[in-house]
């Protein structure tokens, strides 16, 4: 019927209008801010690097690859690598990021650098309240202050956060069966090699007394 859709709209706003004098669930105003509403689930605001452990800088899981630096559309992300490896969470030496500075006042919070991220490494905060007298330095995080625990992740983004930690934990689980397969392999080669006996080397015979040299030869002239 021409206009149905137009109809179920209206029906729904007018649905949501008196819903929201008589259901908390419909509530369209609060008073901010004494009052506030918790984030849902999907909210995003503001990137920030995740850690595992208890030591931020030990712990990022950010490895320096830049991908979220060139592929971020406003260019508010800069990142200089290391020139040397250190141990990350799990003991694997990694690549980290000596610099890792993301402008918020330029940030327009699209997401695409936790898209593209392969190491589980930056996600997206919930937090908006940023307001500061300070345009520049104010606004530009550093690595330091872009830093959030594991746990801090699983308290804003629970389903996300535990998804991720599957997946991270599997694919460690490939990793180090990878790992350990290559080991067997090679303790089987080196079991397996033949064993090639060394060439004897021949007695160098010992040399006559100066004195039973000179002899011989006397005789030989005599």
């Not at 629970?158 to 350990?180: R, T």
């Not at 079991?191 to 006397?218: F, H, I, L, S, Y």
Request: charged share 25%; hydrophobic share 40%; with cysteine.
């Amino acid at each position: 019927m021409l206009g149905e859709g137009i109809l179920k709209g209206l029906g729904e706003t007018a649905r949501n209008f008196v819903g929201s004098y008589v259901s908390a669930e419909r509530l369209t105003t609060i008073q901010y801010p004494e009052e506030r509403i918790a984030p849902i689930e999907a909210t995003r605001d503001f990137p920030f690097l995740v850690y595992d452990g208890a030591d931020w800088e030990a712990g990022l899981r950010c490895v320096a690859c830049q991908i979220c630096e060139k592929e971020c559309p406003p260019k508010c992300i800069y990142i200089v690598k290391s020139t040397d490896k250190k141990p990350d969470a799990l003991g694997k030496l990694q690549i980290y990021p000596v610099r890792f500075d993301i402008d918020i006042s330029v940030c327009m919070s699209c997401q695409i650098c936790v898209e593209v991220c392969p190491f589980e490494a930056i996600k997206m905060d919930t937090q908006f309240e940023l307001s500061t007298t300070d345009r520049f330095g104010g606004l530009l995080y550093d690595r330091k202050e872009l830093a959030k625990s594991n746990e801090y992740y699983h308290s804003i983004h629970p389903i996300e956060a535990k998804k991720v930690d599957a997946h991270l934990a599997e694919e460690k689980m490939k990793a180090d069966a990878k790992a350990g397969a290559a080991a067997a392999a090679a303790a089987a080669k080196a079991a397996a090699a033949p064993v090639v006996a060394k060439p004897a080397v021949p007695a160098t015979p010992a040399a006559a007394p100066a004195g039973a040299t000179q002899r011989a030869e006397g005789e030989k002239q005599g």
